[in-house]
């Protein structure tokens, strides 16, 4: 690893920072600017009540005093206690929705990219054949049709009508239908990426120099064609798979899933501060992260490419 590249990536880890401190000034303001507070939805809580609680969670200090505080912590990695699960910190909740949301996440991203991979080289080395078109129409399909509805479609045939899987995603067979689901979309997206992409590296003019020299078409497909053409994959596969880690709040809610993306949800509506940002700065790091992955990643398929 060259000197640029150090300081490409010393740049870039810069620069996540500086991205994750304004992800969570924002949030941290807008939260607090919203009318109400988080007690609120207290059954018949009187005024001092409601003060002590207050007191109790520090919400009762200048916001530019609760600001500074909340920072200082977040560098310790403590997002502070819940303010509705009452004895749970935040850091805890999360951990164990995580564990969830990454065997979603991680098995949906590896069967995305797999599948659209393939689908994709098959289309592109089959232009203008039936099996291109036919992948193209369902890819279309998916790609067309939002989460919520594919994940209703499923519930309704899977469990409802065949009584084949669970809805609840509480067990391993309860979480075929959330991973199916959260798969469809990025791997009819990377299946069209890599399907123009390959035809794009197919018609170079080293490409055709290969064919002229004899080189097999195995070889050239998969020791040029196909390297060449995950480029726009790889840009394309770390924020997606930040994004499903992180689970997606709708398919979540959807199949009962005890992952992240539903405990995001509860503590919107229960204005559980210290939750909505614990989680927010979560998804934010995920995702800087993988951009940045991703990044260094255009290096080890093409050597070409300069980072700067």
């Known amino acids: 690893m060259n000197s640029k590249t150090l300081l490409y990536i010393l740049k870039r880890i810069l620069l996540a920072i500086l991205t994750i401190w304004i992800v969570i000034t924002i949030t941290f303001f807008v939260m607090h600017a919203i009318p109400g507070g988080p007690f609120l939805s207290e059954k018949a809580i009187t005024p001092s009540a409601q003060a002590a609680l207050e007191a109790k969670y520090g919400l009762d200090k200048p916001l530019a005093q609760q600001y500074f505080t909340y920072l200082k912590d977040v560098l310790r990695f403590d997002f502070g206690p819940s303010l509705k699960m009452r004895g749970q910190m935040v850091t805890d909740i999360i951990i164990d929705g995580l564990k969830t949301s990454a065997v979603l996440g991680l098995v949906g991203a590896v069967l995305a990219g797999v599948f659209g991979i393939v689908l994709g080289s098959v289309a592109a080395l089959r232009r203008n054949k039936l099996v291109d078109k036919i992948i193209m129409v369902v890819t279309t399909a998916f790609v067309s049709m939002p989460s919520f509805i594919m994940g209703s479609l499923l519930l309704v045939l899977f469990t409802v009508t065949w009584m084949i899987l669970p809805a609840n995603g509480t067990t391993w067979q309860g979480l075929i239908l959330p991973i199916i689901t959260l798969s469809l979309y ?91 940002m614990g989680t927010t700065i979560v998804l934010a790091v995920l995702i800087v992260v993988m951009n940045l992955v991703s990044d260094i990643l255009y290096k080890v398929v093409d050597p070409r490419i300069n980072l700067e």
Not at 213 to 226: D, E, N, Q, Y
Not at 244 to 256: D, M, P
């Open 186 to 276: 990025p791997m009819a997206y990377i299946t069209r990426l890599t399907r123009s992409s390959m035809l794009d590296v197919l018609g170079q003019d080293y490409i055709r120099t290969a064919k002229a020299k004899g080189v097999s078409p195995v070889k050239i497909i998969f020791g040029h064609a196909l390297k060449n053409s995950l480029i726009p994959v790889i840009t394309y596969f770390g924020p997606m798979l930040a994004y499903i880690v992180t689970g997606s709040l709708v398919v979540e809610k959807i199949f009962a899933v005890p992952g992240i993306g539903r405990a995001f949800i509860n503590s919107i509506t229960n204005r559980d501060y210290p939750m909505v």
